[in-house]
């Protein structure tokens, strides 16, 4: 199993819909969750992070996370072109300091 | 605040030839992260150091790679020698002691042939 696992997509949404992307992680301990937004030949990009259950909103962007269930994800509103990319979950543990990233969903917005 | 800063942004090498990339940190930011990422894949940490000690190097390939982080400062990342499969980008990420969000240089692409 891996630590965490994404959707490699692509998911494909028409402009001005909702993008839904989703992780889930294996590690109970992990305390601390991201979402990297990566343009194609680019570095990664941090673009939310959460770090107790529930929502948090920044935009158009909100993370969501639920411990129990051990799931994070990024919802989108009012996708435009320019949000197509790669998106990367990535899962934080305290007790390490290690930084763990899935393998990341492609999003793709059509005008 | 300068970001990360990575060098060379990219190599082209014969196998078996030996390559080495720099990473310079954000001013204060303690540990520092080297991932691989291979096309089509998520980053996968290769070594973490805190200051100038390794914290986890569990996934670095030790035959053929290794890194370094004197005086806790820049890095480098060595391959030797290089395969085919090394093929990938190879991003440093720097994160400041206390805080858990990181942050990206802008990576090298390594291209062995």
């Known amino acids: 199993q891996k630590e965490v696992e994404q959707n490699s997509g692509p998911l494909s949404v028409p402009e001005g819909a909702i993008a839904s992307l989703n992780c889930t992680y294996s590690?109970?301990?992990?305390?601390?969750f991201f979402w990297y937004r990566q343009y194609s030949g680019k570095s990664p990009e941090l673009i939310m992070s959460?770090?107790?259950?529930g929502d948090k909103e920044d935009g158009r962007f909100t993370a969501q996370l639920n411990k129990a269930s051990q799931y994070v994800s990024l919802l989108i509103r009012d996708s435009q072109p320019s949000d197509s990319a790669t998106y990367l979950c990535?899962?934080?543990?305290?007790?390490?300091?290690?930084?763990?990233f899935g393998q990341g969903t492609t999003l793709q917005v059509k005008p | 605040e300068a970001g990360v800063a990575q060098s060379p942004r990219y190599k082209i090498i014969e196998k078996r030839q030996s390559v080495a990339f720099w990473c310079n940190p954000i001013?204060?930011?303690?540990?520092l992260y080297w991932y691989q990422q291979i096309l089509g894949q998520g980053p996968k940490l290769l070594i973490q150091?805190?200051?100038?000690?390794?914290?986890?190097d569990s996934q670095l390939p030790k035959d053929r790679f290794s890194a370094e982080r004197l005086k806790g400062v820049d890095s480098t990342l060595k391959i030797q020698p290089a395969k085919l499969e090394d093929s990938a980008v190879y991003l440093c990420?720097?994160?400041?002691?206390?805080?858990?969000?990181?942050?990206f240089g802008q990576g090298t692409r390594l291209t062995v042939v």
């Open positions: 990535a899962v934080y543990r305290s007790n390490t300091g290690k930084l763990i």
């Open positions: 990420a720097t994160r400041r002691q206390g805080h858990t969000e990181a942050f």
């Open positions: 001013s204060g930011h303690a540990t």
């Open positions: 590690d109970r301990g992990s305390q601390s």
């Open positions: 959460i770090y107790s259950n």
């Open positions: 150091f805190q200051n100038n000690g390794v914290v986890d």
